[in-house]
């Protein structure tokens, strides 16, 4: 394979390498360490059980002692590019966007309810603080390290013990999905069915606006009772009513990493305190109703706006 054929597309978010495009759009390239090793052996696996995932193509070394894998493309637009792309005027997501991310999630969430995994003692409490970021949001926010968050937790955990557990991807996003499948399978490890496709319109609202879309309460509405269809006739239960739960696990994780380490940066003290504040609405209304409603969340406009104005702690 010439590598000069080789467009780049990025470095990789959340790990070592790069990701490149072949000239015909046909393949995807990534390089990396033992992480993208561990990746692909696990996007191979489960592409064995149906999910839909690329195809792996070709692996190997660089000239340069790095991992290389090649997968088959999906697609030239993410729904996230969609999304995008098909915003008028408004910020309202187009309505075949959020069915086509429905009709993704279903067939996930179907091959994950045919391979559901032997829970060990402690799998789901690793699988809340892996996919919470749990040691580094109470380390950066202490105050928040309480006995009122473990109990909502310990609840969100309680309610969680007869979901099935299944190998996931916990960064599932419009971002990572396109219509013929999921991509970018870095972070993956055991998760209870339905954590990552039930919050994926859910989490455009932790951004705070600056995704430039939001999905509709009609839109999420309708996603959700597509994988609620799912759900059911592949486990004979519905999997809606772990919304809740998850989003309290979301509002950790994208509070995960917020705190800056230069107090100058006051656009970053603001990103903090806004996730901050989304993660203390959330454990209240998850304390209150045993859910979370994304819907209630302050912009981050709005939200900087209050806190001039003293609104805010
Ligand atoms: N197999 C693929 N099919 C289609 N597009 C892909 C594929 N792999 C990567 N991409 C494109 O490359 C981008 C970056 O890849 P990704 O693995 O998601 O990297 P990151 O880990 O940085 O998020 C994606 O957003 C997508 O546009
Ligand atoms: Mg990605």
Known sequence: MNDNNWRFVKKRTAADGAVYASADGTRYRR?????????????????????????????????????????ESLGDQTLHDQAVTS?????????????????????????????????????LRQWLDRAGFTQNVFQENPDLDNPRTHAALDHALDRLVTTPLVHGHLDYGLPNVLSAGVIDWQHHGLVPLGYDVLPALEIIAFKGGTKGYTASPGQRHRYLAVLDDAARKATGQPISQNLGAYL??????????????????????????????????????????????????????????????????
Request: glycine content about 8%; hydrophobic content about 40%; proline content about 5%.
């Open 87 to 123: 915003l008028d005027c408004g910020r309202a997501l187009a309505d075949d966007v959020t069915d086509t991310a429905a009709q993704v999630a279903a067939r996930l969430l179907r091959a994950q309810a045919a391979h559901v995994v032997e829970p060990t003692p402690g799998a």
């Open 248 to 313: 309290l696990v979301k509002a950790l994780f994208f509070l995960a990493l917020m705190r800056p380490t230069d107090s100058s940066r006051t656009d970053k003290h603001l990103k903090w305190q806004y996730r901050r504040h989304l993660f203390t609405k959330g454990l209240e209304q998850y304390e209150h109703t045993g859910t979370v409603d994304t819907a209630l969340f302050p912009g981050l406009d709005e939200f900087a706006a209050g806190h001039r104005a003293g609104d805010h702690p």
């Open 31 to 71: 390089t990396g360490g033992a992480a993208l090793q561990a990746e692909v052996a696990f996007q191979s696996r489960v592409a064995d059980l149906n999910y839909p995932v690329p195809h792996v193509l070709e692996e190997g070394v660089t000239d340069d002692g790095h991992f290389f894998v090649v997968e």
